[in-house]
C-alpha cells in the first residue's frame, strides 16, 4: 500500500493529508498559534481539590482549568512532585536523575487530597485536548515520545512492544536498553524499532533525553501557567508514528515547512530524503492530487459509495450514529440476504475510514442493514475489526446485536474534525444550499450509470443547464465527457440545455420523453 502525505501550508494553519493508494484516510488541521496539545508539557498550579471527584483542577493557563483525576497521577506522582519542588527551590541542579531518590509508588486505591494539596506547583502532560466547552485532561504520567523510543522519567522498567513477535530481537531491545539507558529513566521501545542499528537507538534516546534536559531548564526559573515542553508540531508527529517503506512521497507547497520537514527526516531517517517533495504547481495543492474533491464528498450529513449504496452520519452530545442505506443498490439477481451482506461489508471499510477521517471519538453505534445469517454477521463483524486494525486511536468493537447494531467506543483525544461542505446555492442567491458543484458531474454519472445497468433503458436524453451542457460536450471526438459515456456505456447519451432548468439540476428522460425517475 502506498503512503502519501500531502501538506498544505497557509499563513492560519497546516493542513495535512494522509492517503492510501490516492484515497484520503486522514485529515489533520493544525492552527499556527495552536496550545494544548496531547503531549504538551506544562507548569501548573492546582486550584481545587475535589475529593468527592477524587480530582484536581489545574490552572495551565486555558480558559477552564484542567481536569486531573487520581487514575491519571501515575504510580512515581510523588516523585515527580518531590522533583519540581527541589528544582524550583534550587536543591536539584542537574536534570539528570541518577543521584535523585525515588518516592515510593502511591496507592491504586488513593485519594487525590493526599497527593496533591490546592495552590502546589505540578507538572503535567496534555493526555486530551480541550473538547467543547471541558478544559483539556492531563496527566502527571509523563512521557517523551521519539521515533524508536518512549522515554518515561522516575521509572526503572523497560517494556517493548506487544506488536514485536520475534522473540530474540525482544531480547536484543531488552538487553540493549538495560545498557544504555539513563537511571531512573523507563524506556518503551515502539514497533519499528525492529532490526534498527545500535548507532539509531541510542541516537533517538539522547535526542529524548536532551528534552527533558530542556524541560529542567524551563522548570528552573519557570513561574505557572508556563508550558516547558511543547510536543513535537502534527506534522512531525505523524511523520514519526508513520515513516516507513510504503511511504513513497510527501508533498509541500511552503518552503519553510519543507525545510523544517527536510532537517526532521534527515534526523529520523536519513534514507527518506528523496521522498520530499517541493510543490510549485499553479493550482492549489489540494486540487492538483484531488484532495478537495475528496474532502467535500467525504465530509457532511451524506456520504455515498460508488455502488450507491451510502451512510447518513448524525451527531449528538452523547454519541455519534451512522446509518446505512443501501440506496440504488440493490442487484435484482440477488438475494435479500446477499444484497445486504454487499451493502455492509462496503459499508464497514467507508465507516473505519470515516472515523479515522474526522477523529469521531466517544461512542459510535452503527446501524447495519439486518441480515439473519449468523455467518454473515460475523463475516461483518471480522470485516470491520480488520478494517480498524490501522487505526491509531484505542477502540473497541462490540459483536452486531439482534437489530444489526454495532457499537464502537473510540478514544477521543482531540476535537473532531468538522469541514463544511455545503456551499451557497447559484440559483437561489444564497437562501438555500445544495450538495457541492465538484461532485455534480459525479453524480449525473452514478444516475446514468444505474438507468443504463440497472434499469435497462436505452435511448436516454439528458436535460441540464446549457452552461452544464457545454461542459459535458466541450471537448469533441474523444475528449468530452459524452463521447466517454458513449464508449463506457457503447450507448449514445444526447444532451440538451434547458435554460429552464436550474444551474445544479438534471433530469434523464427515456425514448417516449417521459421524465426517468430513480
Known amino acids: 500500500m502506498n503512503q502519501e502525505l500531502i501538506i498544505n501550508s497557509t499563513p492560519n494553519e497546516v493542513v495535512i493529508a494522509l492517503l492510501h493508494d490516492k484515497r484520503l484516510v486522514e485529515l489533520h488541521r493544525e492552527k499556527n498559534n495552536s496550545k494544548f496539545s496531547v503531549g504538551d508539557i506544562y507548569l501548573g498550579k492546582a486550584k481545587k481539590v475535589m475529593t468527592g471527584l477524587n480530582a484536581a483542577f489545574v490552572d495551565v493557563g486555558y480558559e477552564k482549568d484542567a481536569f486531573l483525576h487520581y487514575l491519571d497521577l501515575g504510580p512515581q506522582a510523588n516523585s515527580l512532585l518531590k522533583y519540581v519542588e527541589q528544582t524550583q527551590n534550587g536543591k536539584q541542579n542537574v536534570s539528570n536523575l541518577m543521584y535523585f531518590k525515588n518516592e515510593p509508588e502511591i496507592k491504586k486505591d ?54 514485536l513477535r520475534n522473540f530474540d530481537e525482544k531480547k536484543r531491545l531488552k538487553d540493549l536498553m538495560q545498557t544504555i539507558k539513563p537511571k531512573n529513566f523507563g524506556v518503551i521501545v515502539r514497533t519499528v524499532a525492529e532490526n534498527k542499528p545500535v548507532a539509531d537507538l541510542e541516537a533517538d534516546l539522547n535526542d529524548l533525553v536532551k528534552r527533558w534536559d530542556d524541560c529542567f531548564n524551563m522548570l528552573k526559573t519557570g513561574h505557572p501557567p508556563l508550558r516547558v515542553l511543547g510536543e513535537v508540531d502534527r506534522t512531525n508527529a505523524i511523520l514519526r508514528d508513520f515513516l516507513n517503506a510504503s511511504f513513497n512521497a510527501i508533498h509541500v507547497n511552503d518552503t519553510k515547512v519543507y525545510e523544517d520537514l527536510k532537517l526532521y527526516i534527515k534526523t529520523i531517517s536519513p534514507d527518506k530524503l528523496d521522498i520530499l517533495k517541493l510543490y510549485n504547481g499553479k493550482l492549489p495543492i489540494f486540487d492538483a492530487y484531488g484532495i478537495e474533491k475528496q474532502i467535500k464528498s467525504l465530509f457532511g450529513k451524506t456520504i455515498h459509495m460508488k455502488s450507491g449504496a451510502y451512510l447518513v452520519v448524525e451527531h449528538t452530545e452523547a454519541l455519534h450514529v451512522i446509518d446505512v442505506n443501501s440506496g440504488n443498490r440493490a442487484k435484482s439477481d440477488s438475494s435479500q440476504e446477499e444484497n445486504a451482506l454487499e451493502v455492509n461489508i462496503e459499508s464497514a471499510i467507508e465507516v473505519a475510514r470515516q472515523l479515522r477521517l474526522r477523529d469521531m471519538g466517544g461512542i459510535i453505534v452503527v446501524d447495519f442493514i439486518d441480515m439473519h445469517n449468523p455467518e454473515n454477521r460475523k463475516l461483518l463483524f471480522d470485516k470491520l475489526k480488520e478494517e480498524m486494525k490501522s487505526d491509531r486511536a484505542k477502540h473497541n468493537i462490540l459483536p452486531p446485536s439482534k437489530f444489526g447494531l454495532i457499537q464502537i467506543t473510540r478514544q477521543r483525544l482531540r476535537p473532531e474534525v468538522n469541514v463544511e461542505v455545503l456551499e451557497t446555492c447559484p440559483s437561489c442567491n444564497g437562501t438555500g444550499k445544495v450538495q457541492p458543484s465538484i461532485l455534480f458531474v459525479d453524480q449525473i454519472e452514478n444516475t446514468l450509470r444505474f438507468i443504463l445497468k440497472e434499469q435497462n433503458q436505452k435511448h436516454i436524453t439528458l436535460n441540464v443547464h446549457p452552461y452544464i451542457e457545454a461542459f459535458i460536450t466541450k471537448g469533441g ?37 417521459d421524465e426517468i425517475v430513480v
Do not use: C
Not at 458513449?486 to 428522460?509: D, N, T
Open 110 to 163: 488513593g485519594k487525590i487530597n493526599e497527593i496533591i494539596r490546592s495552590g502546589q506547583n505540578v507538572l503535567v502532560q496534555v493526555a486530551k485536548e480541550p473538547i467543547s466547552a471541558k478544559g483539556p485532561r492531563i496527566t502527571t504520567e509523563i512521557s517523551l515520545a521519539g521515533r524508536y523510543l518512549v522515554l518515561i522519567p522516575f521509572s526503572d522498567k523497560i517494556s517493548v512492544s506487544s506488536k
Open 477 to 513: 471526438f474523444l475528449k468530452s465527457k459524452q463521447w466517454k459515456w458513449y464508449f463506457e456505456h457503447k450507448q449514445w447519451i444526447k444532451v440538451l440545455g434547458m435554460a429552464s432548468q436550474s444551474f445544479m439540476e438534471f433530469k434523464f428522460f427515456n425514448k417516449d420523453g
